[in-house]
Each structure stands twice: as C-alpha cells, then as structure tokens.
C-alpha cells in the first residue's frame, strides 16, 4: 500500500489484512464480471447469493462445523445475541448459569435477567476481573437450560484456554474478541456468537453458530411465536440469514478475511503467530522489572487483549500520547481497567508488536 498505515491497537472496530483491504478497495466500484459495486447489489442477486454461500462454507471449513450447525450473520451486534440467547433458549421454570469474567459477561447477565431466571455461577467482579475460575469454584445449576461464557472478555484481557467441564449442559459462548485465533472445536458448544468487528471483518454483523435441534427445540415453545421476528433463530436459519436485508458489505468483508485466513494455513497456523506474538509482548511486560505489569493472571492472560498497567496514570497517559504520536495507534486502555491495552487480533502484524516492544523498552528507559 503507497498510504502510510500506523499500527491499529484498537479493541473493535480494529485492524483488518491489508490484502483483504486492497481487494476490497480494487473492486470497490465494480465487482469483477458484475460491473456494479457490492455495495449496490441486491441481496437476492445470484452474485450475493455466491459471496454468502462461500463465506458460510470457508466459515465451515476453517472450524470444521458439522452439517447440524447453521451459520448465520445477523444485525444488532454481540449485544443483540445477550437477548436473543434467553429468549430462544431459555423457558418458564428453567435456570440459565452464566459465568462472570468481565464487563461483557456481565452485560450478558443483565440482559438475560430481564428475559427469564439467571444464575450467576461464578464472578471475578471482586478482583477486578484478573482471572479465569477453577473447576471448584463453579456453582453450577443442574439441569440448566444453558450455560453461557464469555471465551475472550475484551476489556479485562481474560481468557478462557481450556474450557471447563459443564458436563452434560449446553455450552453458549461469546467468542467476539477471538474467534478464530486459535482452532475451535464447534461440538463442544450449543451455541457460538462473535460481533464479527473484533477478529473476523468490519463492524455490522454478528456471526452466529447454532445447532439444529436447538433451534427446534426454542421454535417449539408456545411462546416462541410471541417473539419479534428478527429476534427467532428459526426465521434466520430457514431464511438461511436473507429473512430481511442483511449487513451486505459487511458479510463480504468477512467472506474476505475468511480466505485471508485459509491463505494463512487456516486456524492452527493463525493459533501459532498469535501465541508468538503473546508470548513476547507479556515476557517483555514480566521483564520490566515490575515497570509494566499485566492485569490479569498468568493462567488467564489473553492472546488477543494484553492489558497492562505502568507505575502511575501520568505516566500511562504520557505513554498514550507518546507512542501515539509514534504511529502506535489505540492503547488506552478501557475505562473500567485503566492502563494500556494492546489488541493483537488476527491481521495485526507481527512487526507492529515487535515495534511496540522496542517503544516500551525506550519508554522505560527515558522515564524508568
Ligand atoms: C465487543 C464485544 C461485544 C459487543 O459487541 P457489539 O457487536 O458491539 O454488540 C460483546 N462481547 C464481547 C466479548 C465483545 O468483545
């Protein structure tokens, strides 16, 4: 690219492949043999019809999804997904668990509450968030309905690395902030939601990856029908997510970033860069002599969000600033953690951590 990019740290919208962008750019005014825009094209065109059915079939490729999975892309974001989760899946006299890792989860917690009966099986809240829970600490419900998690938790800089044993109940997991950053094993969960704006294309869309029989099983409930239409897995999957006007240019985006992603050698060479990139920017954070410190816990550090802190806030606000102005582009960390955040996804280049690292380095150096 002749422009000049700096290196985008930001948590969501974020950075995207350069060649995803180029492409995109390239066949801005004119789809190639279609001699119109994407978007200008009607969503019930053949051409749109192709780029949905190979972004869902390079989606399935890349994790793997089996045939009683459907793939939809729908509107109103993650955020949509905290209502739409409990009103589908969670009925009269059932208990949901939702376990507690982060502001998202507890976004997620809230919305649910306003739906139906809510457990919260284990909250972090007390400690600011720094960590995952052990097995022990889970209060699950038996026989609950779902189970929801939040995989990644964007603002605390929390991951899941091993799931724990819910035993026999469904798994509904938020994974916005990293999905597909590393291989994932789809059978392990009921259902699967990402706003697609973290890790996976530009903002507009949620993906969604739910199984059959749940979607059955919540269109059955008499009071299914009493849900707005947009709100019903079961319309979207029957309409194969064409029930209304989709997130066109968005859903082609994503289509473009899913090849990006397969050119890379698909999830588990995408897993191999992210944990080098990780590992070095923690070890540089461990390695300061306590100048920089990580939020969150050793066992629970995130790959995609490293969330740290520095000896005081001028210091950190000085660092904003500075390394700002050096082409490091949004490290202030989120309000509820304070401190820097450095989101790595997927299309961040490796140099740019590399470069981060030299700037801390400096940094500590001038003002240690
Ligand atoms: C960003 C984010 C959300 C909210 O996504 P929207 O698409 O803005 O609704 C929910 N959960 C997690 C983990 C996120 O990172």
Known sequence: MSVNRVYNFAAGPAVLPVPVLEEAQRDLVALPGVGMSVLEISHRSKTFEAILAETEANIRKLAGIP????????????????SMVPMNLLHAGQMADYIVTGSWSDKAVKEAKKVGAINVAYTGK????????????????????????????????VEFHKLPD????????????????????????????????????????????????????????????????????????????????????????????????????????????NIRKADKLYAAIDGSGGYYRGHASQESRSRMNVTFR??????????????????FDGLKGHRSVGGLRASIYNAFPEKGVDDLIGFMKDFQKKNG
Do not use: C
């Open 166 to 273: 819910f035993g026999a109940t469904t798994v509904v997991a938020d994974t916005s902030s990293h999905m597909f950053s590393r291989p994932l094993d789809v059978t392990k969960y009921g259902a699967i939601y990402a706003g697609v704006q973290k890790n996976l294309g530009p903002a507009g869309i949620a993906l969604v990856i739910i199984r059959d029989d749940l979607v059955k099983e919540a269109a059955a409930h008499p009071s299914y029908a009493l849900l707005p239409i947009m709100l019903q897995y079961g319309i979207h999957v029957e309409n194969k997510s064409l029930y209304n006007t989709p997130a066109v240019f968005a859903i082609y985006m994503v289509g473009l970033t899913m090849k990006w992603l397969l050119e890379q050698g698909g999830l588990a060479a995408m897993e191999k860069v």
């Open 310 to 327: 520095m000896p005081n806030e001028e210091l950190e606000a000085k660092f904003v600033k500075e390394s700002k102005a050096a082409g």
């Open 67 to 82: 045939e009683n999975y459907h793939v939809l892309f729908l509107q109103g974001g993650a955020t949509t997904q905290f």
């Open 126 to 157: 007390a400690e600011n968030y720094v960590r995952v829970p052990r097995q022990e600490e889970l209060k699950l419900t038996p026989g609950a309905a779902y189970v929801h998690v939040t995989t990644n938790e964007t603002i605390h800089g």
